[in-house]
């Protein structure tokens, strides 16, 4: 007969009935991710309020890919630049100069790595930095910086809250994997990538055929290795948001139980049996999450949840 253990020291409770979990991933996610991307708390925040979603009601007719508004870069870094202080546009102007002058590619790249260190650095900017990054590493065509490039991307992509923003992200960071993938075809980090792009853009704004694509990316990484817990992961965010719940439980599950404190997986998961009506499940999973992050704010809003559940 199984016994309820106590959460001492964030332990997983192996051996409870009704597992627990919640948002809190994001507190704790933050940590992991951002030590890679380097973007800030903040969007991470925001991923939790905005991209995770709700119960779905009963299903009717399928659905419609929404029209999603393209975004305009070049109008996105003019707008950029006229915020700058003279000083500082004045700095910008000489690199951008640099760029029409470079006769060779290395002195073309060592230009807009310059624009792009400008942007992080002085403008604080995280769009225009990430383009410039983007635009080195298609001209330096190594798989290193294509890597770099695509992964920052699908990291900022994933906490993006407005649609037409995330989906340019989204589109651009799958064509950097697609590059990286040309030179290196078996590497299941960048299919891991590409299909994490796929689910976490459009499939998350609400676009079914870009959420299939990437499960079946995924599905040929976890195919070769079904301990990795990132596919997993993805499979079973891509599965609620498809709403193929029983199987989304089964891989969120596997992955809190090898990952206790992975909380974003955590968060899914109650979810998960949220939107499949299991309300008993949900909050138990709200409940660990509460435990993991241990934060009065955070734990409001999670009670906010249950008591919608209730």
Same mark, same amino acid.
């Given at each position: 007969?199984?016994?309820?253990?106590?959460?001492?020291?964030?332990?997983? /409770?192996?051996?409870?009935?009704? /597992?627990?979990?919640?948002?809190?991933?994001?507190?704790?996610?933050?940590?992991?991710?951002?030590?890679?991307?380097?973007?800030?708390?903040?969007?991470?925040?925001?991923?939790?309020?905005?991209?995770?979603?709700?119960?779905?009601?009963?299903?009717?007719?399928?659905?419609?890919?929404?029209?999603?508004?393209?975004?305009?870069?070049?109008?996105?870094?003019?707008?950029?630049?006229?915020?700058? /202080?003279?000083?500082?546009?004045?700095?910008?102007?000489?690199?951008?100069?640099?760029?029409?002058?470079?006769?060779?590619?290395?002195?073309?790249?060592?230009?807009?790595?310059?624009?792009?260190?400008?942007?992080?650095?002085?403008?604080?900017?995280?769009?225009?930095?990430?383009?410039?990054?983007?635009?080195?590493?298609?001209?330096?065509?190594?798989?290193?910086?294509?890597?770099?490039?695509?992964?920052?991307?699908?990291?900022?992509?994933?906490?993006?809250?407005?649609?037409?923003?995330?989906?340019?992200?989204?589109?651009?960071?799958?064509?950097?994997?697609?590059?990286?993938?040309?030179?290196?075809?078996?590497?299941?980090?960048?299919?891991?990538?590409?299909?994490?792009?796929?689910?976490?853009?459009?499939?998350?704004?609400?676009? /079914?055929?870009?959420?299939?694509?990437?499960?079946?990316?995924?599905?040929?990484?976890?195919?070769?290795?079904?301990?990795?817990?990132?596919?997993?992961?993805?499979?079973?965010?891509?599965?609620?948001?498809?709403?193929?719940?029983?199987?989304?439980?089964?891989?969120?599950?596997?992955?809190?139980?090898?990952?206790?404190?992975?909380?974003?997986?955590?968060?899914?998961?109650?979810?998960?049996?949220?939107?499949?009506?299991?309300?008993?499940?949900?909050?138990?999973?709200?409940?660990?999450?509460?435990?993991?992050?241990?934060?009065?704010?955070?734990?409001?809003?999670?009670?906010?949840?249950?008591?919608?559940?209730?």
């Amino acid at each position: 007969m199984l016994r309820k253990r106590t959460h001492r020291n964030n332990s997983f /409770p192996f051996t409870l009935k009704k /597992p627990i979990t919640t948002k809190g991933y994001y507190y704790l996610f933050v940590k992991q991710l951002f030590a890679i991307s380097g973007v800030g708390l903040i969007l991470l925040i925001s991923l939790f309020l905005f991209a995770k979603i709700e119960p779905p009601k009963k299903k009717t007719t399928p659905q419609i890919t929404p029209a999603v508004a393209s975004f305009n870069i070049t109008n996105y870094l003019e707008e950029a630049k006229q915020k700058l /202080p003279a000083g500082k546009l004045i700095s910008l102007s000489k690199l951008e100069n640099n760029i029409t002058r470079g006769d060779v590619k290395q002195q073309s790249v060592k230009s807009y790595t310059q624009i792009a260190d400008f942007w992080k650095d002085s403008a604080k900017a995280f769009v225009p930095y990430a383009y410039y990054t983007a635009e080195a590493a298609k001209l330096d065509k190594s798989e290193k910086s294509l890597t770099f490039a695509a992964q920052l991307f699908l990291d900022n992509m994933r906490a993006e809250s407005d649609e037409v923003l995330k989906s340019w992200e989204a589109e651009t960071a799958i064509d950097l994997f697609n590059r990286a993938l040309m030179l290196d075809p078996d590497n299941d980090s960048l299919k891991l990538g590409l299909g994490s792009c796929y689910v976490y853009g459009r499939g998350m704004i609400g676009d /079914p055929t870009e959420t299939m694509k990437g499960i079946q990316l995924l599905l040929s990484v976890v195919k070769k290795d079904s301990a990795n817990m990132k596919a997993q992961m993805v499979l079973g965010i891509g599965g609620v948001i498809s709403r193929q719940y029983p199987k989304a439980i089964e891989r969120l599950l596997k992955v809190a139980k090898a990952e206790p404190e992975n909380l974003e997986a955590i968060s899914w998961l109650a979810d998960a049996y949220a939107a499949a009506g299991d309300n008993s499940n949900a909050i138990s999973w709200y409940q660990y999450s509460k435990k993991l992050v241990n934060n009065a704010e955070f734990s409001k809003d999670v009670d906010e949840r249950i008591k919608a559940l209730k």
